[in-house]
């Protein structure tokens, strides 16, 4: 049960009115910071920068979406912890069924420890890049920084597992990360707007949702497509690129592991029932704000920069691409094609710094967007080595036990702490490919799951939503969990083949999505039958 005295603040807040109520409930906040603190990381940096330079601002309305989403089932999943009282993995795996309790913890473990790699190959390459380029790029720099890291890692979560003050210093330590990154980034798009650089109006009509990039080339590319040698295949080449960067947008938005993380959150600060409809609100001031607001900055500023632009790259850079056209129509290529292939080059957060430099000067673009970019990956890895300990707290068996959750936490941080060592080439893709399609399958997985949780009169008594509550929470959960797994089988199909092992994973990703969701409507139809 939640202290008494969490619970008399919440009840008075819920009867003030006016800016005191939500001064009370942002004091009294916590595990939504933490979502925000693990979503905040290097795959949504990149996501977003991403969806700046192949969309412009035609896709503002993409990540926000998907958080909504998200929002919307870890709300689901903070009803059922809150009302059940239990550890949702206890509760799959008896109501539901082991194989949906354990898939849902391996996949979090599985992603704890591989995208922990790239947190530390951001975080150092912050400092070596922009914030302190003098220590250079050696491989002792390299580990002196992520052993730095490593270290501020495992003590900010030495005080998760404290009580009293140091709960609250961890709490603290969080919400500071996360208000770097967002301001931040708001100081660089801040500087654009100053510098004219950003179309206003272009940014409003961006927020307003699109589908129709999910099948054609953004309008700013007509242009040049109209000019090029194979409009068609340039058509085609720009819709597959939107498409994987909007799925990977969805996915680094809520993953796996964060679906795992809130209940053992809600659990550790005793909330109870009556912080059912204020844990929404722990979500909305902790997860989707910052969220927005610092993902929409990245865009804003990507978008800016490298929309249908070509200066800042390499022309050996659009080589690939090319040969990729002329492999399809052999021939001859003309201006067209080089500029279409030089705008499709990816940037990453440190090409988009240099590019701002000019506009914003040193401060504003190396050292205020290198902070920006090094409390991302802090935070994210302090999340992952937590959300660790505590997948490795049930995988033996021993829930609450500090040393358990330490050897988890030391399991991901050292995995980390490898990650610019050995995160690049042959071998990343052989560790983020089969992570990336296991935890894109499950994703739906996990949803559904919890769909079938917030429905069951087994788990969840007279607790069970009735009438119209009950109505709003399947078309929302049902919208969500529709949209996952349309965008999971829309991917893992275009991607699976059996030509080498790198097109049978995928294939085996929706063979277990396909599995997994007969066993959990099997299941669930079995036990609520029981008396």
């Not at 009293?164 to 798009?189: C, M, Q, W, Y």
């Not at 650089?197 to 040049?224: C, Q």
């Not at 506009?359 to 902070?371: C, D, K, R, W, Y």
Request: aromatic share 10%; charged share 10%; hydrophobic share 50%.
């Amino acid at each position: 049960m939640s202290t008494p005295n969490t619970e008399d603040l919440i009840r008075a807040a819920q009867n003030e009115k006016g800016v005191n109520k939500y001064l009370t409930y942002i004091r009294l906040s916590g595990p939504g910071w933490l979502q925000g603190a693990i979503t905040l990381g290097g795959g949504s940096l990149a996501g977003a920068l991403y969806l700046g330079v192949v969309a412009g601002f035609g896709l503002l309305w993409l990540q926000p979406l998907a958080m909504i989403c998200g929002i919307i089932m870890l709300s689901a999943i903070a009803y059922v912890t809150l009302s059940a009282g239990k550890a949702p993995f206890g509760l799959v795996n008896t109501h539901l069924s082991p194989a949906l309790g354990w898939a849902w913890l391996i996949a979090t473990i599985m992603a704890n420890i591989v995208w922990c790699m790239p947190q530390f190959n951001l975080g150092r390459a912050a400092v070596q890049q922009n914030l302190l380029p003098a220590v250079g790029n050696s491989n002792v720099s390299t580990a002196i920084i992520c052993l730095v890291i490593l270290v501020i890692g495992f003590v900010v979560n030495v005080l998760y597992e404290s009580e009293g003050k140091g709960r609250k210093i961890f709490d603290l330590v969080i919400k500071v990360l996360v208000g770097v990154i967002v301001l931040s980034f708001i100081a660089v798009v801040f500087t654009l707007f100053s510098n004219g650089e950003v179309d206003f109006a272009g940014i409003l009509s961006g927020l307003i949702p699109n589908p129709a990039l999910l099948f054609s080339p953004a309008a700013s590319y007509s242009e040049l497509i109209s000019q090029s040698s194979q409009p068609d295949w340039w058509a085609a080449k720009i819709v597959n690129e939107q498409r994987d960067i909007i799925i990977a947008a969805f996915g680094t938005a809520v993953g796996i592991n964060m679906t795992w993380l809130l209940p053992y959150s809600l659990l550790k600060k005793k909330w109870g029932k009556v912080h059912r409809g204020f844990s929404i609100f722990d979500l909305s001031i902790g997860l989707f704000i910052p969220f927005f607001l610092a993902t929409s900055c990245v865009v804003i500023a990507a978008a800016s920069q490298f929309h249908v632009k070509s200066a800042d790259v390499d022309p050996a850079k659009a080589a690939p691409t090319i040969a990729l056209l002329q492999s399809a129509y052999p021939g001859d290529t003309n201006a067209a094609d080089l500029e279409l292939a030089l705008t499709l080059v990816k940037r990453d957060n440190f090409q988009l710094a240099n590019a701002l430099e000019p506009l914003a000067g040193e401060v504003v673009s190396q050292t205020i967007f290198g902070f920006g970019v090094l409390g991302m990956a802090i935070s994210t890895i302090i999340i992952l080595m937590l959300m660790n300990g505590l997948a490795f707290q049930e995988l033996f068996g021993r829930p609450g036990n500090k040393n358990v959750h330490y050897l988890g936490c030391a399991v991901s941080g050292i995995a980390g702490f490898a990650g610019p060592f050995i995160w690049k080439g042959g071998a990343a893709a052989a560790l983020a490919i089969p992570t990336s399609v296991i935890g894109g399958s499950l994703i739906p997985i996990a949803y559904f799951t919890f769909l079938l949780l917030m429905n069951s009169k087994k788990v969840l008594g007279e607790d069970r939503p009735k009438g119209t509550a009950r109505l709003v929470w399947n078309v929302l959960m049902g919208l969500a969990t529709g949209i996952a797994t349309f965008g999971s089988i829309w991917v893992l199909s275009g991607k699976a083949h059996f030509e080498n092992w790198k097109g049978m994973i995928p294939v085996a990703g929706l063979a277990l999505l396909l599995i997994l969701f007969a066993v959990g409507t099997y299941s669930f139809i079995k036990n609520e039958r029981k008396s």
